[in-house]
């Protein structure tokens, strides 16, 4: 941690910057004060750099970080052109010690900037960190795989995917891999369904320069939530460090294919209508600003999907997430099979157990069928909960610290990034075909009415 290292923010007066990159740098160096950052931002705006100081001392103040600006107050702006390589070799030049280039900028003009890098002379052990999307397809990634890797090694470049930042998705690890009373349980031998569930009461909040281009299923499916699912499929790794952990990853998305091969049956998408969320009143997405209503985006997509392994052959998977829905659902739910025989004379109904995981507060509740009340041998459900707290670190803060630290554990490998495009290839044909109709649902509800209820 004595090394110093320049983190390089290539569209540092972009709004990536101000709400999640610097905040999360303000509470990782007031945690760890000893950490040596020099901090140096790059953009089109023509800022100066008592504007740029200002932005970094809000952004700190927001995680209650002020003290930490210390730390960083010899931070310069330099208004560039980052798909220009003399703009780029200038940036590059400045900098001292270990150098980070994070690209909080549109997946495209990342992708542009990557390619004017080849021809400037980047110092050893150059760190890259590039936003989500990765790609627009599977071909697409690839290519965008070996521009990164002509640059830097595989394991210096950091697919940035917050969601393995998640305290919740670090605490699964320790719940599945720690308990007996779990590890010996999963797998399609005791489990009956597993779904990954995010959904939010947000519209489109002024994002339809991105969203309206990406939807649901690549704003999130293809770029999180098939990540979190690897996690819970993947074989036990040796180890957790980058290798092991991203290897068991990978191999857990390569089994990974849309439930019977039939994404017509087996993915759902819909988009919100004119409605009310709580006290506020949405527009239909179709009149937000910025969209184009011939694009068909869908704000809310449902997919099924199987894990080919012996451990989960046969086992439902569903992916869901959406926009303006009734309440925040954000959540992983394991459904155990019902026990395989109830000695009679219970009376009662009887279910599966459920291990629920809540992403934010993060919380980890167990629902089990207990006896012993008024009638002894009457069964009723009965809830254990546990508070695992928010973390040290925000999601982004933790990105950070492997960025930071050079160690890419909590990043995306290229090769699961081109599985996920791999994975998705045949929903995207469908829809795009039109083989799956587009629903409609009212913002503020549950999703169209005609969809089963899901755990």
């Known amino acids: 941690m004595a090394t110093e290292t320049t983190l390089l923010i290539l569209g540092a007066s972009g709004d990536l910057t101000s709400r999640l990159l610097l905040p999360a740098l303000g509470q990782l160096l007031l945690r760890e004060p000893a950490r040596r950052v020099h901090l140096s ?58 150098l980070a280039l994070y690209f909080a900028v549109p997946p495209s003009v990342a992708a542009a900037s ?4 080849k021809g400037v002379a980047l110092p050893d052990g150059t ?51 720690a308990n007996r009373v779990f590890e010996p349980v999963w797998s399609a031998d005791h489990v009956e369904s597993v779904l990954v569930r995010y959904d939010e009461s947000l519209g489109l909040e002024g994002r339809a320069g991105y969203y309206d281009r990406a939807g649901a299923l690549i704003d999130m499916i293809q770029s999180h939530l098939l990540q979190v699912l ?13 290798r092991d ?99 009679a004379g219970f009376t009662g109904e009887t279910r599966g157990s459920v291990l629920r995981f809540v992403l934010g507060p993060d919380q980890m509740s167990l629902e089990i069928d207990v006896n012993g009340g008024d009638d002894p041998f009457a069964l009723e459900r009965a809830l254990l909960e546990a508070d695992l707290g928010e973390g040290a670190l925000k999601a982004y803060g933790e990105v950070l610290s492997g960025i930071l630290d050079g160690d890419a554990v909590l990043s995306v490998r290229g090769d699961a990034a081109e599985e996920c495009w791999r994975i998705l290839h045949p929903v995207l044909d469908v829809w795009r075909r039109g083989d799956v109709p587009l629903e409609e649902y009212p913002a503020g509800s549950a999703g169209p009415a005609d969809w089963p209820m899901l755990p």
Not at 114 to 117: G, I, N, Q, R, V
Request: aromatic share 8%; charged share 25%.
């Open 114 to 117: 990557c390619d004017a890098l």
């Open 230 to 242: 690897a996690i819970l499929a993947m074989e036990p790794p040796a180890t957790l460090n980058e």
């Open 127 to 177: 760190v890259l960190a590039l936003e989500k999307p990765f790609g627009t397809d599977e071909e697409s990634a690839r290519a965008l795989n070996r521009t990164l890797t002509a640059l830097v090694p595989e394991h210096r470049i950091f697919r940035v995917d917050h969601f393995l930042g998640r305290s919740t998705l670090l605490n699964i690890l320790g719940v599945r891999f």
């Open 245 to 343: 952990l991203r290897d068991a990853i990978g191999a857990a998305l390569r089994a990974t294919h849309i439930w019977e091969d039939n994404p017509v049956r087996f993915s759902r998408r819909a988009r919100y209508t004119a409605g009310t969320v709580g006290d506020r009143a949405l527009p239909a997405y179709v009149d937000e600003a910025g969209v184009d209503p011939a694009r068909g985006t869908e704000t809310l997509a449902e997919l099924t999907f199987e894990v080919r392994t012996a451990r989960w052959a046969g086992v439902p998977f569903t992916l869901r997430s959406g926009k303006a829905l009734t309440g925040r659902d954000a959540e992983i739910v394991i459904t155990f099979q019902p026990v395989r025989h109830l000695p």
């Open 41 to 98: 931002g790059a953009g089109m705006d023509d800022w100066s750099d008592a504007q740029w100081h200002d932005v970094v001392r809000e952004a700190f103040a927001t995680t209650d970080a002020q003290d930490a600006f210390a730390a960083v107050a010899s931070t310069t702006y330099t208004q560039a052109d980052i798909t220009r390589p003399e703009d780029l070799a200038r940036l590059v030049g400045a900098s001292t010690g270990r």
